[in-house]
Nanobody, 122 residues
């Protein structure tokens, strides 16, 4: 019923930049909070950044001042601009969206993307 498709990952040298996108599609009535998470090998998944429907943002301390989250509600898309990438930013990045479906009960459910690999290495 709902798909989240991420794009924009890849290999970049330390200090470089990448922009991730995550587009939602399907039987969507409304999208509330959206966020980016990451999971490095052997580590737990962690929240990187989140943004409310009204564009209030929050960031993990490790990425403050380097990453910027934004969203386009008309396109049902959330973005993560990542600058000054460090080797420790290497991980699979996942987007998550809190969605209410069309035609059903007004219940917010979390949906996840499939993940996109980001590698910062020389």
């Amino acid at each position: 019923q709902v798909q989240l498709v991420e794009s924009g990952g890849g290999l970049v040298q330390p200090g470089g930049s990448l922009r991730l996108s995550c587009a939602a599609s399907g039987n969507i009535f409304s999208i509330y909070n959206m966020g980016w998470y990451r999971q490095a090998p052997g580590k737990q998944r962690e929240l990187v950044a989140s943004i409310t429907q009204g564009a209030t943002t929050s960031y993990a301390d490790s990425v403050k001042g380097r990453f910027t989250i934004s969203r386009d509600n008309a396109k049902k898309t959330v973005y993560l601009q990542m600058n000054s990438l460090k080797p420790e930013d290497t991980a699979v990045y996942y987007c998550k969206a809190e969605i209410v479906l069309l035609g059903g009960p007004y219940i917010k459910r979390d949906y996840w993307g499939q993940g996109t690999q980001v590698t910062a290495s020389s």
